[in-house]
């Protein structure tokens, strides 16, 4: 199959590349070892979630897909409180000071890749998914790039997009290297109710044993 445009790795970043495609003049594959996120039956929390500035929820606003997230849960962030470890030291800034609705949104990973998921594999005619699909050899040449699939499957293109995450193998196959560096530190991700609303502030302690970053309490 020739594609103006392979993408490869399915997670935010390559699939909200491919949505904001569809519809386009561009053949459009998209390759990624997981199946399509869908949502849960029950009304579990996903403990993976991220903070989305406003002009990243502007973004995906005009492919139409912010508006199909469930907004009960979607935290928008309207303050943030930052505490130094000696007790005095203290920054606190909002959205109003700088002029905006809020300062971001706190949204869940899953409840992002199923709206992106949905609208690449329903009437996305110049779209087309492979998923699940893992890559298996990818070459260069003078008229783009050839990638085939473990299933025996070739893809041609004119461009690849390497989106499959911090230890990609598209880059180490192009023979780009990269400098790592520790951090020497763990981090904790959990979902809690609390007792007291939280007024939609963020809250971030600098302590000299490690950051402790209260984003979104489930209420």
Same mark, same amino acid.
């Given at each position: 199959?020739?594609?103006?445009?392979?993408?490869?790795?399915?997670?935010?970043?390559?699939?909200?590349?491919?949505?904001?495609?569809?519809?386009?003049?561009?053949?459009?594959?998209?390759?990624?070892?997981?199946?399509?996120?869908?949502?849960?039956?029950?009304?579990?929390?996903?403990?993976?979630?991220?903070?989305?500035?406003?002009?990243?929820?502007?973004?995906?606003?005009?492919?139409?897909?912010?508006?199909?997230?469930?907004?009960?849960?979607?935290?928008?962030?309207?303050?943030?409180?930052?505490?130094?470890?000696?007790?005095?030291?203290?920054?606190?800034?909002?959205?109003?000071?700088?002029?905006?609705?809020?300062?971001?949104?706190?949204?869940?990973?899953?409840?992002?890749?199923?709206?992106?998921?949905?609208?690449?594999?329903?009437?996305?005619?110049?779209?087309?998914?492979?998923?699940?699909?893992?890559?298996?050899?990818?070459?260069?040449?003078?008229?783009?790039?050839?990638?085939?699939?473990?299933?025996?499957?070739? =893809?041609?293109?004119?461009?690849?997009?390497?989106?499959?995450? +911090?230890?990609?193998?598209?880059?180490?196959?192009?023979?780009?290297?990269?400098?790592?560096?520790?951090?020497?530190? =763990?981090?904790?991700?959990?979902?809690?109710?609390?007792?007291?609303?939280?007024?939609?502030?963020?809250?971030?302690?600098?302590?000299?044993?490690? +950051?402790?970053?209260? +984003?979104?309490?489930?209420?």
């Amino acid at each position: 199959m020739k594609f103006d445009i392979v993408i490869i790795g399915g997670g935010l970043v390559g699939s909200s590349l491919a949505a904001s495609l569809k519809g386009s003049h561009l053949t459009v594959a998209l390759i990624d070892t997981s199946v399509p996120t869908t949502l849960p039956n029950d009304a579990s929390w996903d403990n993976r979630v991220y903070t989305i500035s406003p002009g990243s929820a502007d973004f995906l606003r005009s492919l139409g897909l912010w508006q199909q997230l469930d907004a009960s849960r979607v935290t928008p962030v309207y303050e943030m409180n930052v505490f130094g470890d000696d007790g005095v030291a203290e920054i606190d800034f909002g959205a109003y000071e700088s002029g905006l609705p809020e300062l971001a949104f706190v949204a869940e990973n899953r409840q992002l890749q199923a709206v992106l998921w949905d609208a690449l594999l329903n009437n996305s005619q110049n779209i087309t998914v492979y998923s699940p699909a893992k890559c298996a050899a990818i070459s260069w040449h003078d008229s783009g790039v050839s990638v085939s699939l473990a299933d025996g499957r070739a =893809i041609q293109a004119g461009l690849v997009v390497a989106a499959d995450g +911090v230890n990609s193998w598209v880059r180490e196959q192009a023979g780009i290297t990269v400098e790592r560096h520790r951090y020497e530190q =763990i981090g904790v991700v959990a979902n809690f109710s609390a007792e007291l609303a939280h007024h939609n502030i963020a809250y971030q302690w600098f302590r000299r044993d490690g +950051v402790l970053w209260l +984003v979104r309490v489930l209420i």
